[in-house]
């Protein structure tokens, strides 16, 4: 099973600044996919990269997958309380058939914006 | 649709009892997951189903878990006996072949 590095582990902010965080691997992944998770609630599926260097954006969120499909970023620009959360990033094996044993989760980054 | 629907959404139960966690996934999905969630291990995967076939169960913890999917719109997840280091938020989930999953909203299991 590969594994996923998500950086930092936790992180609060103040309302209106902009954010950066990482997911890591040494291995290859065909996709990958991060989600939202509230307090309480299941992860929520936010967007799914597959394109060495591909770039997406929602709203005030931009992701980005590593030219080498190792590696994700998501950056927020001006971060808001709404934003709060705890957020996954998830890749898929190449070659799983895209099973779900081919899908590892990082642990996730606890994001708090203050108002 | 109401989304994947879980049910209880907690469950306080003492060592030694069966618990018995319940899941009805989107309909049309073919794909239904069974997730353990734990600020220590994150999300793992304990079994995986495709057409209501069990496809991968090697995530389970031990002899102590079992999962059924007896139709496309039903799953249980059991665990007997139930043991304190079972406490843990689970989590079911479905999809449509492999593209992302819709979780439910969880059971929170506490085991006393």
């Known amino acids: 099973t590969q594994l996923l590095e998500q950086s930092p582990q936790f992180l609060s902010i103040q309302e209106g600044e902009n954010l950066t965080v990482y997911c890591n691997s040494s291995?290859?992944?065909?996709?990958l996919q991060w989600y939202r998770q509230e307090p309480g609630e299941g992860p929520v599926l936010l967007v799914t990269?597959?394109?060495?260097?591909e770039v997406k954006k929602l709203k005030r969120l931009t992701f980005q997958f590593g030219d080498a499909r190792k590696d994700s970023s998501l950056h927020i620009t001006a971060a808001q309380p709404g934003d709060t959360g705890l957020y996954l990033c998830a890749g898929m094996e190449p070659g799983s058939g895209g099973g779900a044993d081919g899908l590892t989760f990082g642990k996730g980054t606890h994001l708090i914006i203050q108002p | 649709d109401a989304g994947v629907i879980q049910s209880p959404r907690h469950e306080v139960t003492e060592m030694g009892q069966e618990v018995t966690l319940r899941c009805k996934p989107i309909?049309?999905?073919?794909?239904l997951f069974w997730y353990r969630q734990t600020m220590m291990r994150g999300l793992e995967l304990l079994i995986y189903f495709n057409n209501n076939v069990p496809i991968d169960d090697s995530g389970m913890p031990e002899d102590r878990f079992s999962a059924k999917m007896p139709n496309a719109s039903f799953s249980t997840l059991k665990i007997q006996p139930s043991e304190p280091r079972d406490s843990a938020v689970y989590f079911c989930?479905?999809?449509?072949?492999?593209?992302?999953?819709?979780f439910g909203s969880g059971t929170r299991l506490t085991v006393v």
């Open positions: 990269v597959v394109t060495g260097g």
């Open positions: 291995s290859v992944f065909s996709s």
């Open positions: 989930a479905s999809s449509f072949r492999h593209y992302g999953y819709t």
């Open positions: 309909s049309g999905h073919d794909y």
